[in-house]
């Protein structure tokens, strides 16, 4: 209700501000079916008013003009209520429209909804078992998982050339966290990798580079042996995660002999505890609390916890994986990288298998 005030504000204030939708912060299809479902109550409760209304004309037919009044306000601030939640997800509602009984077919999506989220919660909590259990094996027969994911912009003071002096302004500038969380250790450790908006950005080839730069650091990637099974947990983002350059260290990771199996998990949002939040929350405590004005400040004060290694990765650290991929693989075919798990392994190395 609060939400709603102050978004009805802004949108009145400031009519070209761009607010985000409530579902880039939850689970876009929860947040679908929770509308869907308020949509048909409200649908359910408009059909009762107007029946009731019909019978109390029948029955009354000199009703006193001033109640029509009310009941006329009321219903017109119902069907605006219903339009707002109308206006934010489109595509289900319509959907539910054609449908003989709506209610019935939410409740067969919000189940299979359910049902795939609780799978994969529970995979992910099997492969990181399994990286437990694994731990003192030999490299052959390992079972490795690891979680990542960006951090929140830190910031840095920028010392630009357009600085009216030393002291009086100095504009911030974006430091980019790239977190792996090794799950296979009794207490999870965080390796960040920071780099400032000017050595790189947060793109698919950041993060390939990145994702490899941290299995070398971990000393996971050892040349003429084979590991056994590596699996990676990381958030379904298109642009950031869940493209070619990402996707493909899949199958290069096993051509290349460093793993026997290779596995990609896009966790649904808001329905998997992210480890790597978790230990960012730690981080940016440190961080807050001290006075960071440079780079170096900054490795110095967050390599003070124990959970976490943060390394400043300059420019260096960044390879064209796109360039190097596109002249080994094919591109996907539109519309066919929507699944949530791929993964390639050693039997049939050149082929990605996906599922929901
Ligand atoms: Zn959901």
Partial sequence: MFMELISEDLEKYFPNMKI????????GECVQLQNSFQYIKKQKQKKQNK????????EQEE???SSQVTSATKSSKKSENETR???DYTSLVEDLQEKEFPEE????RANDHAMKTQAQRQLVKDREREAKESKE???EERSYCLVRDYCQNLSLLYFGGEQPGDTYYFSPLFVYVFGIADVSKDRAQLLGYGYHEGEGAKGGNNVASLLMQGLKDLGWLIEDR???RLSITMGNCGGQNKNKMVLCLTTYLVEKQYFKTVKFTFSIRGHIKNVCNRLFNLLKIQYHKANVYTMDMLVEVLNK????HFIHASDKYFYNYDKMLNSLYKNFRAGTIQKSHYFVNCDQPTIMISKS
């Avoid at 077919?105 to 067969?108: E, P, R, S, V």
């Avoid at 916890?305 to 976490?308: A, K, L, N, P």
């Fill in 305 to 308: 916890m124990d959970d976490i």
């Fill in 226 to 228: 084979c590991g056994g």
């Fill in 51 to 58: 029946e009731q209304e019909q019978l109390q004309q029948d």
């Fill in 137 to 139: 094996f030999p490299h």
């Fill in 63 to 65: 009703k006193d003009d």
């Fill in 20 to 27: 985000p939708n409530r579902c880039e912060d939850v689970c």
């Fill in 105 to 108: 077919y939410l409740w067969f």
């Fill in 85 to 87: 939640i109308g206006n």
